[in-house]
Structures are given as structure tokens and as C-alpha cells.
């Protein structure tokens, strides 16, 4: 039988041994020495949870089992301080508040109540930030958990009550709710720090007020030291309105930045004149760059490639990419490329550009599903369909993942050259659910080509997965009108009136 001294050496040694551990493997060895020694002790636990919920290296399952052990044998030692339990569930709390199903922590805060052990600041630091991150959060819900901080007193004076406040601003942010955020922001004790003006930022960009946060961030810049990420996180999402016309207010921000700016901040602004078409900005950020020396930036170079694609100038993004080396490509700079070819109709380039790709030597870069979509594309708007079905059918024949689009996209290849019924058959045969943007393209086929019986059966189709959308109904009754059969026509469109259906804009298969 061990004695005292013995059992306090056990102690020492496993207390040491929790401190310096860097796997699951010495956590597990750790643990079994504790079972078989039948030490319960709350310090040496503590430092096993806190690894196995916290690390990177850690493994929340066996986390959850080892604080379960002792919650469920109501375990006197571990639980006979308040503080001492709270840690605990507080750091299995912070666990899932960082995994996939943030929504397990608040059973964690209910279960921590039903045993009547009360929350700190650490716990609804941890809880707030698992609600921003949880898909199911109401604002109802959220706001009786802001009734929980204020009746525990942490959102008081102290220091420690800060990091609440913040989590507060952040969990309104997620839920576009400004007005809430301002008002923590504003009731806060202490002057408000660079994560406290970000969240309310976050706030109006959510609720669709890129104005306003604007405006926020502009107040911001005086009140607290920003650094590259806040500048960044600000123009990326400034650069985000891009359908809006937003790009040109990141670039003012950028021009104010006190620093020099960071390879995120530069693929955010290059990314944002893609978007729009802006290639007098587009143009003005790459002399900046290369003025700068920013050119070595492989992310950047995929993002100037992807820019002068889409604003229509095709020889100035082979020119990006021709300058690149070839080991510093990486699977989006051939991507960008294949695409940017077939976009303008370049089929010929598009083709041996993915020859080229595929007969590299060497695992590296290898071709992708996005890769094989872009080489079908470009076969399809060339007409070049023996090419796309010689790829098609290599791409299935190397077991390479074949999505709904990759079938789209020779449904379209052969419907524009009139070969409606292998169409037909390639949709029916499809090893999963076809979608209407498949019969969709088919349609368009018919419409070219004036099949009204396969263009009835295509419809027939749509008006089950998509009877909301009218485009499809134009397109019928186009094809009935061509064919010269103008009452078919006037009843399509009448059906179309009936069932409420409304064209989506922009919609066309021609």
C-alpha cells in the first residue's frame, strides 16, 4: 500500500507531467496514471481539460469524457468551489465556442445554471462569442443572454469586464443589428479599443450600411492605433460592395493608410476592380505594384491575372502569367488563365493551356474540378464538341469528381450544336439530380434550333424544380413563335401570368 509520501511523489510527478504536455498520447498516459492512483485532483485535471479542450492538439471529444467523469459522479474534490467549477465548464464552454457547433456551448451554460455554479466574465466572454458564430442565433435569444451579463455584474467597471463588452458588440454585429452594438459600445466604461470600432463597423457592413461604417471607421482612425489587419479588414470589406460600385471608396481608404499595405490588402482592392470591370483602377493598382517590388506575390499575381480576364483584356493577363516562373504558379494562376481564355471565346488557348497543365511531370499542380469546368466551357462557346467529349470522357474514366455543372456545361456544349437528344440522354443518365439550370440549358438548345417537342419536355421539367421562375416561359414560347404557332405562344405566357412566375433579370441561353 503506498503511504502518504509516496502518493505526494505521484502527485508531483503527474502534476509536472500535465504541465509539459504536448500530445493526446501524454495526456491519456497521464490520465490512466490518475485513474490508477485514484488521484482526483482539480489542479492536475484542470491542466488536462484545458490541453485537450483548448490546444490546437487537443481533442475535444476526450475533453468532454474526462470533465463528464468527474460532473457526473458528482465529484467532491473537483467540485466543492465554485470557482473551481466554473473553470471548468468555462473551458469546455471556449472549447466548442471555436468548433463547428458553437450551439453546444449554451447547453453547457444551462447545465452550468441547473447546478446553481455561478458565471464570471470568462464564461459569457466564451458564450458570446460561441452565439455570434451559431447559425440558430435570434435576437430574442441573444438578448436574454445580455440580461444574464448584466445580472451576474459583468459588464461593470473592471477590466476584465472589457473583453465583455466586446464579445457583446461582436455577437450584435452578427446579427446586423448596429443600433444594439452602438449602445454597448457607448455605455462602456473605458475608451473603446481597435476590436470594440471593428465590431460596429462589422454591425453596419451586415445590415447592408456600408455608409455608415464608413462613417464609423472614419471616427475610428483617431480614437485608437490601427495596424495593416484593421486597415485590411476594413477595404476588404468596403471592397466587398463590388456590385454596388464600392471599389472606388477602398481605394480611397487605401490611398489614406499610413502604412504600406500587406499582400491581403492588395488582392482585396485588385479582387474588387475585377469585379466591376474597373480596369483604369485594375491598372493603377499593378504600376503600384510593381513599383513597390509586390510582384513575387503569387496570390497577387493570380488576382492581377483574374482582374484583366474579367475586364475584357486578355493579352495583359497572359502577359501576368507568361512573366510568372513556372514553379511559382499554383493551381489558381492555371485556373485564372484556362478561364480567362475561355471567357473570350479562345478556345485553341484554353485547350493547350490545359494540355500543357495536365502534362506537367510531377504531382504539384495537377488539373481540379474548376479546371476541367473551364476547358468545357471554352469547348462549348467554340462548338468544339468531339474535344469536350473526348475530355468529359476522360475526366470520368480517371475517377475525377464530375459535378452537376460539369454536366451543364455539356448539356449546353451540346445543345447549341443541335444534338438535343444525346443532351437528353446525358441529363437522364446523370448519377445524381439534375437541377434547372441542367434542363435549363437544354431549353436554350430547343430555342436555338426550334425543337419545340423537346423544348415542352425541358419545361415540363423546370415548372416541377423552379415553377416561380418566367424566363423559362419566354424561352418556351419563343420557341413556339418561331415555329409559328403564336396561340401555343399566348398560353405559355398565359400560364406563366397564372402561376405568378416572374423573369429572373439577366436570364438568356442564346
Sequence with gaps: ???????????????????????????????????????????????????????????????????????????????????????????????????????????????????????????????????????????????????????????????????????????????????????????????????????????????????????VFDEMIPAVQLDVVSWTAMISAISGYARAGRPRDALQLFEKMPMPPDEVTMVCLVTACGAIGDLEAGEELHRYVEAKGLGWMVALRNALIDMYGKCGCLLQARQVFDEMCEERRSLVTWNSMIWAHATHGDADAAIALFMRMSSREGPRVRPDGVTNLAVLSACAHAGRVEEGRKLFAEMRKRGEKVGVEHYGCMVDMLGRAGMLTEAWHLVEEMPFESNDKVWGALLGGCRIHGDVKMGERAVAKLMKLKPEEGGYYILLSAVYVEAGRPVDAAMIRRSMNLRKAAKTPGLSHS
Design 1 to 215: 500500500m503506498a503511504t502518504a509520501d509516496q502518493g505526494k511523489e505521484v502527485w508531483r510527478i503527474l502534476l509536472n507531467l500535465s504541465e509539459e504536455c504536448q500530445s493526446m498520447l501524454q495526456l491519456k498516459r497521464i490520465h490512466a496514471r490518475l485513474l490508477r492512483h485514484h488521484i482526483s485532483n482539480p489542479l492536475i485535471i484542470s491542466k488536462l481539460l484545458f490541453f485537450a479542450a483548448v490546444s490546437p492538439l487537443g481533442n475535444l471529444h476526450y475533453a468532454t469524457l474526462l470533465f463528464s467523469q468527474h460532473h457526473h459522479h458528482q465529484d467532491i474534490t473537483l467540485f466543492h468551489s465554485s470557482t473551481t467549477a466554473a473553470f471548468f465548464y468555462n473551458t469546455l464552454i471556449r472549447g466548442y465556442a471555436n468548433t463547428s457547433s458553437p450551439f453546444l456551448s449554451l447547453h453547457l451554460f444551462i447545465a452550468m445554471r441547473r447546478r446553481s455554479i455561478p458565471p464570471d466574465h470568462f464564461t459569457f466572454t466564451f458564450l458570446l462569442k460561441a452565439q455570434a458564430r451559431s447559425l440558430s442565433s435570434s435576437s430574442n435569444y441573444d438578448a436574454s443572454i445580455h440580461a444574464q451579463v448584466f445580472k451576474f455584474g459583468c459588464l461593470g467597471s473592471q477590466g476584465t469586464h472589457f473583453h465583455v463588452h466586446n464579445a457583446l458588440i461582436h455577437l450584435y454585429a452578427s446579427l446586423a443589428l448596429p443600433d444594439s452594438a452602438h449602445q454597448v459600445l457607448d455605455e462602456m466604461p473605458v475608451p473603446p479599443d481597435a476590436v470594440s470600432w471593428s465590431g460596429l463597423v462589422n454591425a453596419h457592413l451586415r445590415a447592408n450600411d456600408p455608409d455608415a461604417a464608413r462613417a
